[in-house]
Each structure stands twice: as C-alpha cells, then as structure tokens.
C-alpha cells in the first residue's frame, strides 16, 4: 500500500551499500534518537518526527530524543560533576527507563574536530557505546553526521571538515556493517543532493536552521529506509482517469463550478503534492479546497507543467501535529533534562528532592500529546477543484 | 565547666499546644515587607548629594535578572517568572521587555515586550540590531525586523550550556570594547559547545567570550562561584564580582583562575578578601557625577541591601581596591540590587530583584515567600546635577560616531563603537582611518583616543597593524596594555606578533608584561615560550607569577622534550627552576635534586622542590633527600625527614641502600626531629630500630611528643608490633595519653582488639582530649571501624563528654557512621542531636529569637571558644576557611534556615561546602572538602583542619556526599537562652547596625600567644622584644576581632611579670608596593611594636614605617594594667605622600 520510490541518486546510493542492514520501523516501536547538537535541535523543529510519524501513521511510533550539544561517544557533554564516564552512566539510566526498542544513534560530529588522528579513540569508543545500546535489546541505526556547509567569510571554509566527516561516516559505516545494525548515511545523501538544496541550510556552518532540517528532512528519511517522495496526481483531460502516485483519486467530475478531483493520500507526510493537468482551455484558473477555499491561481499553461501544492494547502492538519510533537519534546526534555538537576537528583537532593515528584508529573502530559499525535497523523481525504 | 544539653523539646511542645497551626502562615507573613514602592523609597538611605527616585516598577515590569542599556537609551530587562524551576505544564513565558523614559524626566513612560516564550532567561544585551539572549541551554540572538517592536526572527547562536542549577545559568551578558559579547557562568554548570571552529568545553565556572560573526568562543577565565558581575574598565581590563565568594571586586585576565577551578593547583584571589558578596559591577562614568567619583565601581551586596563602593587604584600588574562609602543602603527586606548600570542621562540604575527569599536550593523552589511578581529599577543622580542628554547614535554618521569616542561617558563610546560595528568594514574603514590620521598628537586624550579607534577597527573584525603599532608604542601604559590584548585574540593575523610581545616583555610597566606573558602563551610555540620565560629578569608579582606558571605548565608538552632532548635550555637557573617547579613533573625533576643538594639551608625554592620530591620524587630522589636529612639541621633537616615520611605514606617509597643510619637522629637535640626519625623508622620497617621506639614509647623520661611519635613508627611496623602495642594499651602504670596512642596504633592492624582496647580506655576517661579525638578519627577511616566499635560498645557506659565527642565525629561522617552514633547515644546515654523541629515548634523558637534574642551576647557566645565557629567561619574575611564566611548571613538568610543550620547542618549545605568521601583502594574511608585534586593526587581538608593526601591511583571511588563539613550538635551544649542569643546574633550580621562589618582596614586576624611551660621566659623581665622573636608559631594561636572590628583586651591571654600585665600580641601586614605605611590603634597608652624585630615609635596613635614589598609582621606588647580601653582596634591607613599600598593579611 505504500509505494517507494526513490530518487534516483538515492537508489545509487542504497545499492552501493548493499550490505548494509534494511532499516525497519516496527509497530509499537519506542524510538530513541541520540547524538550530538544535530540530532538536540531537530527536537526543537520536528520536522523529521512530523515526516516518520505521518509516512508511517500505519505503525504505532513513539520518538524520544536524547540528543546533547557538545555530545560524543564517551558520554562528554552528559556528565555533570564527574568525568566523561558519569555521562555514559546517565545515558545508560536514561535508555534504561526508555526502554527502546530502536536506536537511531548519530555521532561523530564532534569527534571529526580531531581528524584521522582520532579516528581510533572514536572507534573503540563507538564500539563501547554500541555494546551498552545492544543490551538493552533495541535494534539500531548508526546515523552518519550531515555535511557541513560553507558559508561566507569570516566564517571558516568547510571543505576540510567535510573531508573529515567523510572519514568518519566511513568508520561508522564499517561499525554498522560489522554488527549489521542499521546505517543511515546522512553525510552522502546530502552531499549528492547538496546542489539542489536551499543554501544557506546552516547557521553557522555545522548547525543547521529550522528552514535547514526542513529542506534536509526528506533526505534524512530516505536515508532511514522511509521514501519520502512527493505525491503526484496528474489528469490528462478529457480523459476522467486521473493518475495517482500514492493514495487514490475519484474520477475528475466536471461540472458548473469546474472540474472536481477527490483525493484519498495514503499518508499525511508534509510534502508537496505536485499537480499536473493538461489539456485545458488556455487561460486562468483557481485551484479550491472543499469548493471554497482558494490554495492558488494558476494558469493552464502551468497546471499543464505541474504545480506543487505545499503540504500546508492539502494536509492543513499536520501543523497542528507538528506543533503536539513539539509540546512533546518539550515536555519530554524537562522529564528527562529537568533543570536543578543538581538538587533534585544530584548531590543536593536533600535540599529539593522532595520537589523531585514534579518531575514525574510530566509523564501524563506527555501522554496526553502523544494521544493527540496519534489522532492527528493520518492523512485527510482533499476535495480538489480547479476553476477557471 | 559542663553545660546542660539543650532540649528543645519541653518548649516547643509547650508552644504546640498554645499557638494554633496558622502561626507558621504569620511568621511568613512577619517576614514579608511590605512592596509598596513608596515604602521601600522612604527607607532607602543615600550618600550625600544624590537622591533616588522610582524609574519603574511592577507591574509595568518584574523580576528583573539582567538590565543593559541600547544605542536609543532604552532599557532592556531580562525578566524570569519561572525561576527557580519551570512546574509541570507550565508554559515557558518568560520575557525580554524594553522601556523607556521618552519625555526625559527619569520616570519611565512606556514598555515593549521584545519576546515572550522564554525558559528563564538570565542574560540579555542588545546589540549588532538586536538582542543576545541567554536562554537556559542557549544563546539566541534575537531581532525585531519589521519595525513593531517585538522580535520576528530568532537565531541560535550556540548552545550546550548547562542547567544543573538554575541560579548558576548563563548570565551577566557584557558588550567588549572589542565588538566580542561576554557571558559568565557559575560554578555548577558544565557548558559543552560545538562551534564551527571545534567544541568549546567549560565545566564549572568562568567568563566566555564569544565573537559573533565568526562564531568564535573562547575561555577569559576560569573558576567563580557565582560570577554576577562583569564589566570593563575605560582602558578594557576587566573586572568581575562574585554573588556567593566574598572577595569583593576581582581583576579578571586572560587565562586567570580564582576560587572552584576544578583541577587548578593555584588561583588568584580578589581585591578585597573578607567582603560581603557582590551581584553586579559598574564603572562610574560621565559627567553627571562629581569628578571624584568618576573610574570607581559600584557593585551591590544583596543579602545586606547595599550598593557598595570601591575605588581602584594600580598596584603593580593587579590593582588595589578601597571600600568608600556606599551609595544607598536600607533596612528594606525586600530589595535586592542584583545589577547596576551607569544610564543614558548619566544616572545611576539600579535592578532590584525584589524578594524577600534569595536562596536558590536552601528554600524550597516552591516556598510561597517566593516572590514572583515584583521588581523595581531605581534612578539614583547627583543633586543640582543636570541629567546628560543621550546622543543621536541610531541617525549618526561615521564621522559623528567616531566624535563619540571623546566622550567621557563610557555607555556613550561603548554604543558609538558598536554602531559603527554595525555599518560594516567597508564603509567604516576609510572614515576611521581619516580620523586616526586627524588626531592631534598633542591632544592629552590621544592614546586613549587611538585605542577607541583600534578597538573599533577591532570591533569590525579587522587588525589595523599601523594603528596597533602605534598604540603599542603609547606613553600610556595602559594603552600599551590594551594593544597587547589584541594580540592576545588575533597573533596569527600579524607576522611580527612574536617579536613585538618580546618588546612588550621589557616594558617598564608590569601591566604591560603581564598582557605579554598571556599573548605569547597563546602563540603557544616554543619560541614563545623562552620569550615569556624572560619575564623572571624583571620584578614579579602574584599576577605575572600566575600568568607565567600557566605558561610553563601549559605549553609543557612543547618545551620539556625539547629541553630534555637538548634543543631547548634555559638561559638561568631561575628559569629553570620556575619552570620545572612549575610543572611537577617527575621526568623534570632530577635537575632540582641536583639543586637541592647544594642548598645549605630552607628558603622557598628549596622547600618547593622538597614539596615536589614528596609527591614525585623516585627512590634516587630521596636517597639525596636523606643525605639532607642527616646531614643538615635547622628547618631543612625537618622539611627533608617530613618529605621522607610524606614519599612513603602516599607512595610506599623510601631511599635505596642502607637507611640504619637514621638512627643517629634518635638521638638529636630537636624533639622535631627525633620525633619525625621515629615515623621514618616506622615507616621504613627498619627491624634493628623496633625496639627502640619500644623504649622510647614506655620510656617514663620521653617527652610526649616524641612518645607520641614512637608509638605512631611502632603502628607503622604493622602486625609485628602488635604484642608490644597491646602491652602499652593494658599498662596501667602508663598515661591514659600513651595508652590511647597505643590503641589507635592497633586499630589499623586488628581492628578487633584495637576496639575492645579502645572501649576499655574510654570507659574510665571522665575528659576529652586530642588523643580521644584522634581514636574517633582513626575508627571512623577505617571501613568497617564504625560498626566495630558499636559492637565493643554494647552494654557499657561511657561518661557523656567522651560520648559526646565521639558522636560529633561520627556525625560528620555520615550514614556509614550511623551505627556508632546510636551505640555512642545509648552508651552515653545522649539525647539525640539534630533534632527536626516541627514547623509551629520552629515559629515558636523564632519568635522567642525576636522576642528575647540579644545579639550582643549571643556574639559573645559565638566567641566562646568551646563552640568553635571561629576555627571553621570566618567574619569578613578573618577566621576558619572551612565553612562559610557569616559576614552577611543574618541579611541572606530566614532565620528558620539559620536555626535549622545549626541543629542539623546536613540538611542545607552551601555550594562548595559538600564533603566529598574517598574509598581507597587498601579500604580506607576519608571525609573531607576537597582542596585540590589533578591527575596525579587528591588532599582532602577534614572537619579537623587536617589536610590529608591521596595518591589519585590509590582512589577506589569518591562520592559527593550530602553532608555538611559542620559537625551536627554543635550547639548541643548550650543553654537554651544562650542558642536563642546565638541565632539572635547570626541573624543580625549584615543587617544594618552594630553587627555589620565596617568596610574600614580594621586588623581582624590576631595572632595572641598561648602562654604554656614550653616558652622560656624572657632573660631580663623588661625584654618585650623577645616576644617579637617568639616564632614558634605553635604557641601563637588565632584570635579575631569582633564584627566590629575591635578586639576585647581580656581575649588577649597575659602573664603577669613584674609590674606588668604583659599581653603580647600580632598580626601581618603585606604591602605589594613599598613606601611608608600606617596603623592607626584607639590607644596606644602601655603599649610597644616591632615590626619584624625593629621596635618602632607610636606617635598620636599612629604606627609608621617604611616597608619593603612582602609580608611583615607587627608585633604588639600592651600591658593589660596600662592600656586604657577594653578594647584594641587597629586600622590600616593611608599616609599623605605615601604611594605605598598593603593589605592586611587576614584568614584563619
């Protein structure tokens, strides 16, 4: 029911790494998303969450997101008072109380800094980090961190630090081959598609914007094993037979107020739905959601090219669910990242770890927009009529 | 004399029953003052000539955290509602407000909220057309590009910054001079950055600065507890002050490291040690105040209500800063000048937080007493002083701005140059340059002016190496100092970066080789290196001494191969040794032992490379340590043999060869050192000696000191010494002393018969006595010692001092003791200590405090010596270094939270008075603050004062416990009339009146003498002199002043000699710039000084000498029968024409 078609660069890619595991969301999967600034701010924006979550509405997923800036195999920036290794011990806490049962683990940004030179310290730490994800029983994923982007001076040129990744994705693909787990190559799908993106993805150069993992999300999914292909309808009039890349379409009934088109999506992704109509008359025409709410105005010339109609025009609902995901990760955060950590669990808890219950109270309300999520992912059927 | 236990109990159930449960509600309320703004206004007090008026207040604003002013002379809050913990469900909508005072008449008209939606916001700094925002984990850089006043676009500047703490968060944002923006962060936060340029990690503490454009981050300085003030002076030297670490204003450099540098072996201190804390700083500056107040600072003590004063002057590369009087000051409960900032119209502003509760984790994040809604802004200005007119800088060309860079408002040349910032490179450049070319070179202002426009090149993000060089070559020092710092950022972008920081090495003025020493530790090369190291051929200071020793350690792995394979050698030996000393390192050491055996007697090298040996040193090293040993005498002769026993306690090393010679030193004339042989002889297991110690141990003829010590080396023989040890513990011919000794000498050993032993003794001892201490302590290190010595106790009495003394121990060291705690209260037969009152028993006692407290005795049962505080707290600066200093408590803290502190200190522990345990690898257990811990060794501080060394591989795990270093039950002797005049006390200090310490240069830290058998009498009974030569300083033991400042004649212990009274007394004095110097005593009738040795003259009451730079100690004789006051009070003060500068040594 749900057809995969991949860009063809993409394939390329996909068959270049044939051994490398098929990536698998499960129903009922609790997944855990962990890494470094890259995978700690994509819980601010949600676009990937929203992607999973609607392409894969048929499943029931859960995201987590353990992301920490500054964050390595070691644990670094996840320790407080102690060294690296009490960082390592929370993130083992943590997964221990998530229970997982898929790992999406994305590191190597940082480690890139030291070049090949710490290429070894990263692998042997990678290998550590990986046994303690392998008992907890969940699946994984290695994600390869993204490329970094050149932006002008007096920000530095990134060319170097790519080169860098590069090594690195290479090492974290020889670890993912190794224990075949699950390899999303982040780096290389976004470096083949680097051209055709919308510059400036990055705000620095390394972190990129909210706009950034918007445009970089159906690339993330794809490399997740998850197509991300923009549906397509397209009429080749008179014929009444519309033809459909994903979901079904009624037959085009012309009529007084023009020709009407009745869309069933088979998911709710927020991407573009590309709109072909040829053989019309010359001339203007409107495009209408439910008869009476205009998306765009176009012309037959156009519509005869194919119009993008944005996710917003044809799945309205899915802001609503990307702002529930983002409630959740919210809410989530100061579950699993509550600030004063030092006097509700640290060595201050005799001072506020009687408030400490609070922090146990957020797990209702994250419930609470999880429900909403769950009601929100499918997609909505769209009355489409075109207007002159 | 024995006091009756305190009980609190009988009282307290009396109040149950006599006040309803609502009390608790009113004794918050009693507490509370009353908000109206007016009320608070008429009870502000203000230094002559100025006068305060409200520029706004809630509800137009609240909470504010951090106040800034932009181009438009607006004020911009960051204000957190949230603070101190966001509550489940609640949304984060905490605020960024801008207001202003458009019709100019210091009242503020009109407000803006610039963005809403935050997570405790602490920071905020409008600049570069828009706002840097510290939100919790980020900083967000935020603008309003539509022109509605509220942001529309938000960037994350960076992010990982911790939030372990909320009151610890990113903060105190600062605009620099150089375009970049500074951010504080407190001690418990761990910051872990990712930047473009690699990750920036900070882990406690420190001063960020960060250069927007590039993104580039960087560490000014490390450590802090918590730094709420930052701020600049004219000439780019910073500045900060600490909220929780009294020390007053701190000067702040590159790579400089103050209080809580985790790992650091050495840190700075600040300008004015024993203040109350501080939250904010600001330069005076403009010309709406009077001339004499323009270049001092103003910072705020918020627990005490205050806004303080200092003004700083230069002394050598640091400064030096004198208190003044304040500029306002109330009794008002409620205010809280947390910032301080100098307006556009040339008035003062202060952010007054407003809140009856400042603690952070001390009181419960959800007290109601927690205000959430107030907050003020105050105006202060100069009466019959026009307010100054703000600038047109929004609409100004370059050329007008770069006319700014001449006013003397330092918010005026501050915005001018960011505005130009602003207007980019391109455009700027030409127009600064004309500008440079059109200074007048006669014009006074022109160093200062050429530094403005290199400062503004520099805020372009752009190095104008003429100008740079010119400035280097400035008249004014501290121009010249200001250049070097750009070299400190940028030496990559000049190719003669290392040869002009060579030049700036010889600069005559210290400041200038300070800034040196740091910039060329940045280059980092070797060549850097052996330039900086040439800084030793001119004078030093601490600060130089600092910069440089972070030099050698850090740059260690560039030059200490190359010196060791040859291509790199010292040109001297005093660089030598600063280096190697420097970096402790054993691979560097054999050239100091080659030193170490010439030297002929102990001076500060040789003691440092002994230090070195201890902790390093292999068995070659101590060979030639042991040659010193027996062959020298004097202080080098002890130092060497404590080195010896330090190698072998820690490491298990000792000499090579035959060591039976030690023996000779049985027989020396110094009980030092035949007492310290007898721990080497222990240590080493040196059979043929055993029995020698043996006798010396039982020898009825052996002093107790060295008894003491021979018992201690039969211990250290381990399980063969245990029959003669058992035998020493059951002779009952033998002190009760050598018995205990021999005790705590078998508990390491077998720890069985050690506590049966141990029982037996104390089962028959009526006083406490160190040695009874010491078997507390002994027990409690060893793992399983606690419940050993429980389980001797069973079913047998013990007298209540002995118990008592015992439980103190025991509850300071935590659960693990909690089984000797009970057995100690059952064999004792003790009230429980610690007692958890009920919260109407709670408001019953405070109010008997408020009722029936008086503070003045209660300070002199703080005084008492059975008590102690003093030897643990500190008051303003002088006392015990162990617990927090009181100077302010009384105005910080709710009195329930003193008087829970007291009974049961383990339920409040300030930050950075947690004990920390060390489980060692052979099953020790220690307890202590942790003073220090590198790779290499960890020294634990115990309750006791006693440091404690542990090699760091000999640690099996440590833990941050949550104990306090205060032993619970301190109180437990007293009275109950005397706690409540105690608390009364403590909850006065800092609150304006007589228990507020003064800010003059009062002598607080004495030295008296300890009358005991061991000091001989002078020869002739006039020779007071012999006093000044007494530096035993075993029998000079501390005294301090009272909060006043002033100490009570009968605390000074005397003799009575002939016809005098004699009461000899002491203290220090260091000066860091020579000149003549002054004290200043209430009388000075029957009484004589010696500075060092040297008798001086008093003259109308007034101490004067000529001092060299250094530490001197002044010694006092009063005759108690001529001396005319009850009490002495000595100031240090400043000597027309005199350019010398000290301060007062104060401390424990």
Known sequence: MFVRLLPFFLLTQLTATAAISPLEFKDGDRVVFIGNTFIERSQSYGHLETMLTTALADRDLSFRNLGWSGDTVFGDARSYFGPPAEGFERLTKHLDELKPTLIISCYGAVAAFEGEAGLPNFEKGYETLLDMFASTGARIVLMSPPPAENLPSPLPNQEAHNERLAVYRDAIRKLAVARDYGFADTYG?????????????????????????????PFLATALGVSAEPPSISLALPSSEPKVSQGTVSKASPNDKGITLEWQPSHAA??????????????????????????????????????????????????????????????????????????????????????????????????EQEAKISDLKHPIELTLTLKR | MKRPLLSLAPLSALCLAAFPSLLLAQRDLKNIPDPTPEIQLASFQVAEGFEVNLFTSDPMIAKPVQINWDSRGRLWIVSSKIYPQIKPGQEAQDEILIIEDTDGDGIADKKTVFADGLLIPTGVLPADGGAYVANSTEVVFMQDTDGDGRADKKEIMLSGFGTEDTHHILHTFRGGPDGMVYMNQSIYIHSHVETPWGVERLLAGGIWHFRPETRELGVLCNGFVNTWGHTFDRWGQSFATDGAYGEGVNYVFPGSAFVATPGAKRMLKGLSPGQPKQCGLAVLSGRHLPEEWRGQMLTNDFRGHRVNRFALSEDGSSYQARQQEDLLWTKHGGFRPIGVEMGPDGAIYIADWYNPIIQHGEVDFRDERRDQTHGRIWRITAKDRAPLAWPDIEGSSIEALLELLRAPEDLTRHHAKQKIRQRGLEEAKPKVDAWVASLDSQDPLRDHLRLEALWTYQSLNFLEAPLLRMVLAASDHRARAAAIRVLYHWHSRLPDSLSLLSTALNDPHPQVRLEAINALRQIGSIEAFGFAMSALDHPMDEQLDFALWRTARELEKTWLPALQASDFQFPNNTQRVFALRAIENPEALKPLVDLLGSAEELDDEVDSILKLIADLGDADDLTSVFAKALGSSGP??????????????????KPRGDLSSIANLLDNERESVVSLACQTIGHWKEQDLFSRLTSLAEGAETNEVIATSAIKGMGLFGNQSLTALEDLAQNETQSSARRLRATISILPIDLQKGTRHAVSLLESLREDSPEVQDLWTTTLSIKDGPKALATALQDRTLARTIAYGGLQKANSAGKRADILTKALTKSGNLDSVGQDLTESQMAALIQEVNEQGDPHRGEFIYRRADLQCAVCHALGGAGGKLGPDMISLGASAPMDYIIESLLAPNKKVKEGYHMTTVYTKDDRVLSGFVTLEDDRQLILRDAANQKTTIAKDQVAKKEIASVSMMPPGLTTGLRRDEFIHLVRFLSELGKEGPFKVPPRRLVRRWRVLNFTETIAEPVSKG????????????????????VRGVLPVNDIPSKKRWLYLVAPLRFEIEVTTPGEVGIQFNATEGMRAWVGEKEVSLENFVLQAPLETGTHMITLVLDGNAFPKPTLEAELIDLPDSNAAAQLVSGS
């Open chain 1, 189 to 217: 799908a976004l470096r083949k598609a680097w051209d055709q993106l919308p510059h400036p993805l990055t705000e620095n150069g390394i972190h990129y914007t909210e706009e950034g993992y918007a445009a970089i999300t």
């Open chain 1, 270 to 367: 927020p991407l573009p739905l590309n709109l072909q109509i040829t053989g019309l008359a010359e001339g203007n025409y409107a495009i209408l959601r439910g008869g009476t709410q205009t998306l765009a105005k176009t012309t037959a010339t156009d519509l005869a090219a194919g119009i993008e109609l944005v996710p917003a025009n044809h799945q309205p609902h899915i802001a609503t669910l990307r702002r529930a995901i983002l409630r959740k990760n919210k809410l989530f955060f100061h579950r699993w990242r509550p600030q004063n950590e030092t006097y509700l669990f640290g060595f201050r808890k005799h001072e506020q770890g009687n408030n400490a219950v609070e922090i146990s109270q957020f797990e209702p309300l994250i419930a």
């Open chain 2, 636 to 653: 080098l002769q002890t130092r060497s043999l404590e080195t010896l026993n330090a190698a072998s306690a820690q490491r298990q090393l």
């Open chain 2, 1023 to 1042: 020779d007071q002199r012999f006093y000044a030569l007494q530096d035993d300083i075993k029998e000079w033991i501390p005294a301090y002043s009272t």
